[in-house]
């Protein structure tokens, strides 16, 4: 079945260092995948995107990579600051579903240490 | 610019009873979607409704139910409630159905006792 997972539930990086949230993905016909910040009391907030023809995508200080041969998706953030605090998730669409269902991940919380 | 917006905030509810969601997109969204996000974990799909009609459904038993208006605003309902639907229920709306990008509202946080 579709399933997306973590490697890690939390991660603490250093104010001002790049941290690296991973993510694995089970559906190999998944078509394209999301990024999501949550905060608390809030809701998931869009970070990247990147689709399944592409290895590599850039944003602000954002970087998200695709492995399709292994499955995995990881977010890189540079120079970390205290407001990246919050929870990540990664999430797909299969090809064959439109825009109608995000299947997301367990979610990584990242912690900003000042 | 309001973004998507949902109320009430905050519900607590007794098993068995109703209750009522609300969701309002962003201006000129015409496709709304439902999530349930259970404390830990990442939101799971319920619906997708576009132009006022169903367009997708999760795995979430009948109790479960949804609508769209001809505003683009939408209802989630769900009926017999259990402690297990505690959760923060979402909205997502995106401008039309082949649209990737969904915008999230804040969520109601629903508690069954």
């Known amino acids: 079945g579709e399933s997306v997972g973590l490697h890690l539930p939390t991660l603490s990086v250093q104010e001002g260092d790049n941290s690296i949230i991973n993510c694995a993905y089970s559906n190999s016909a998944s078509d394209y995948f999301i990024w999501y910040k949550q905060e608390s009391g809030k809701g998931p907030q869009f970070i990247i995107d990147?689709?399944?023809?592409?290895d590599k995508r850039q944003g602000q200080r954002v970087t998200v990579l695709l492995n399709k041969t292994v499955k995995h998706l990881s977010l890189q953030i540079a120079a970390t600051q205290p407001g990246d605090s919050a929870v990540y998730f990664c999430?797909?669409?299969?090809?064959?579903?439109?825009?109608?269902?995000?299947?997301f991940g367990t979610g990584t919380r990242l912690t900003i240490i000042p | 610019d309001a973004g998507v917006t949902q109320s009430p905030t905050h519900l607590i509810k007794t098993r068995g009873q109703h209750v009522t969601l609300r969701c309002s997109p962003i201006?000129?969204?015409?496709?709304v979607s439902w999530y349930q996000q259970v404390l830990g974990q990442g939101p799971q799909f319920i619906f997708q409704?576009?132009?006022?009609?169903?367009?997708g459904r999760g795995n979430f038993p009948d109790r479960f139910s949804a609508r769209q208006f001809p505003n683009y605003s939408s209802e989630l309902n769900v009926n017999a409630l259990l402690l297990g639907d505690s959760a923060l229920y979402l909205c997502?709306?995106?401008?039309?159905?082949?649209?990737?990008?969904?915008?999230f509202g804040p969520g109601t946080r629903l508690t069954v006792t």
């Open positions: 999430a797909e669409i299969p090809s064959n579903f439109g825009n109608e269902k995000l299947t």
């Open positions: 990147i689709r399944s023809n592409m």
């Open positions: 409704y576009y132009e006022k009609e169903e367009r």
């Open positions: 997502a709306s995106s401008l039309a159905r082949q649209t990737y990008e969904q915008y």
């Open positions: 201006s000129g969204h015409k496709s």
